[in-house]
C-alpha cells in the first residue's frame, strides 16, 4: 500500500507524496531546528487528511515533523524573490502554455481561461473555509483547486507555496507530517540533515559593515540568519570603499555567479555616486540597494567649517552606524555629531563621517556580546530592505 507524507498550511494539507517526501520543500521552508520527534494523541491527526479515522481514537503515536509559522515561512520564500508580482507573470506563462496544446486530460474545465484574480479568491475561500472532498474532480474551478491540493499548476514549487501562504493567516502553522513514510521505513536518513538550500551573498563596502550587519541580523532575526553568507574581507585580502564595492560587483556579474548577491552601499556622498555608476540592468540573481533615509538623520547635529549645525544628513553621512538604535548614538542626552571631511567636486556634495565611529562600533559589539536587548527601529528597516531586495528587480521571474 506504500505510506504518504503530506504538507499542511493552515490545516489544509498539499504537496501529498507516497513513499517520500518533497525535500524541495523543506529546503524552501524550514531550518533543522525546526524539525520535531515526539508523542502526539492520534486524536491529534489531520482531520482533512484522515477524515474521522482517528476521532475517537485514545491512543498516540510517534510524530516526525517540520514546524514553522506561516508569516516565517512566507518570508524565507521572499528573500529569493517571490511575490506576487512573479506569481501571477508566471500564471499568465502557464496559461499561455495551456492554450497553446499542453496536455489537460485530467481536467473537465477550462482553468487556462480563469483569471489570476480569480483562481486566487477562490483559493482563498478553499482554504480558509476548509472545502474538501475526496472525488478528486476537475469539473468546476473549485474542485479543481482541491483535485490539485491548492497548488497552482505551471507555477515552480516556490511560487506555488507562496501562493498558498499569501492568503492564510501569518500566525497559522506550516507543518510538514513525514511520520508515516519513516515509522515504515521509506524514509531512513534523518530529514533534518538533509537540509539544503542557497545562501544569499551579502557585499558592502567594508568588513565591519559586514560584521555589524551580520550580528544585527543574528540578534533581530536569527531564523533568517541562516539564508545569508557576508563576503569575508579578511580571508579574501578584499578592499573596502564603495568603489571597490562597484569593481567586485561587476566582477561577479562577469564571471557569471550564479548564488544571489546583494550590494549594500552607504548612504553617503561617495556610496550613492558609486551606486549611481552600477549598470542600470544586472543579471537576474544580482542586485544592489542603499542605506535607506532614516528620519533620525533629517535633523541630525553636524560640525564643519561654519560650525554646528542640524541638517538632513540622508545621501549624505548615514553609514552603517547610523541604524544601531538610540542606545549607542546618543551620549550625554544628544546624538554623536558628523564632521563633514570632505568635498566631492563630481557630486557638488560634502561627505561626512561620525565622530565617535570607532568607539559607537565597540559599543555595539560589547552590548551584543552582553547579550543586552534595545531597539533598533532603523536596523529593522534595513533588514527589511535586504528580505525584500529580490522582489524589487524588474524582472517578474
Known amino acids: 500500500m506504500g505510506a504518504y507524507s503530506y504538507l499542511t498550511i493552515a490545516d489544509y494539507p498539499t504537496f501529498t507524496n507516497k513513499n517520500t517526501y518533497f525535500e524541495e520543500v523543506v529546503n524552501l521552508l524550514f531550518q533543522p531546528g525546526e524539525y520535531h520527534v515526539e508523542e502526539r494523541p492520534l486524536s491529534d491527526k489531520n482531520k482533512l487528511y484522515w477524515d474521522d479515522a482517528f476521532e475517537n481514537d485514545s491512543g498516540s503515536y510517534r510524530s516526525y515533523t517540520f514546524r514553522q509559522n506561516v508569516a516565517i515561512c512566507k518570508k524565507r520564500l ?21 492554450k497553446d496544446g499542453y496536455d489537460m486530460s485530467d481536467y473537465n474545465y477550462p482553468i487556462e481561461r480563469v483569471s489570476f484574480k480569480r483562481y486566487y479568491n477562490e483559493l482563498a475561500n478553499v482554504l480558509s473555509n476548509k472545502i474538501i472532498n475526496y472525488e478528486r474532480q476537475r469539473d468546476t474551478l ?124 552607504d548612504n553617503d556622498t561617495a556610496g550613492i555616486a558609486e551606486f549611481e555608476r552600477l549598470p542600470a540592468i544586472l543579471a537576474d540573481n544580482i542586485t544592489a540597494i542603499k542605506l535607506p533615509d532614516i528620519k533620525l538623520a533629517k535633523k541630525y547635529p553636524t560640525i564643519g567649517p ?71 527601529p532603523e536596523m529593522e528597516l534595513l533588514l527589511s530592505r535586504i528580505f525584500s531586495a529580490f522582489q524589487l528587480k524588474t524582472s517578474p521571474i
Not at 542626552?333 to 571631511?341: A, D, L, S, T
Open 78 to 98: 521572499e528573500i529569493f524573490g517571490c511575490s506576487m508580482i512573479r506569481i501571477r507573470a508566471e500564471w499568465n506563462a502557464a496559461r499561455k502554455t495551456l
Open 142 to 265: 473549485q474542485n479543481c483547486i482541491i483535485a490539485d491540493e491548492l497548488i497552482m499548476q505551471g507555477l515552480s514549487t516556490a511560487s506555488s507555496l507562496y501562493a498558498i501562504l499569501s492568503v492564510a493567516h501569518p500566525a497559522s502553522i506550516v507543518e510538514y507530517e513525514l511520520s508515516d513514510v519513516i515509522e515504515s521505513g521509506w524514509v531512513v536518513n534523518d530529514p533534518s540533515t538533509q537540509i539544503s538550500h542557497e545562501k544569499v551573498i551579502v557585499l558592502t563596502e567594508g568588513k565591519t559593515d559586514a560584521k555589524i550587519l551580520d550580528e544585527a541580523l543574528k540578534f533581530l532575526y536569527p531564523q533568517f540568519q541562516p539564508y545569508y553568507q557576508f563576503m569575508d574581507f579578511e580571508g579574501l585580502k578584499l578592499e573596502g570603499s564603495a568603489s571597490a564595492l562597484v569593481r567586485t560587483v561587476k566582477a561577479f556579474a562577469s564571471a557569471k555567479v550564479k548564488h544571489p548577491v546583494i550590494a549594500i552601499f
Open 306 to 376: 561654519t560650525g554646528f549645525r542640524k541638517i538632513d544628513i540622508n545621501g549624505l553621512a548615514c553609514s552603517i552606524e547610523l541604524y544601531l538604535g538610540d542606545d549607542i548614538l546618543i551620549s550625554e542626552g544628544e546624538y554623536q555629531p558628523i564632521r563633514w571631511n570632505g568635498f566631492d567636486p563630481k557630486a557638488k556634495k560634502y561627505q561626512g563621517s561620525l565622530i565617535a565611529k570607532d568607539s559607537i562600533q565597540a559599543t555595539f559589539f560589547q552590548k551584543i556580546a552582553l547579550g543586552d536587548k534595545w531597539p533598533m
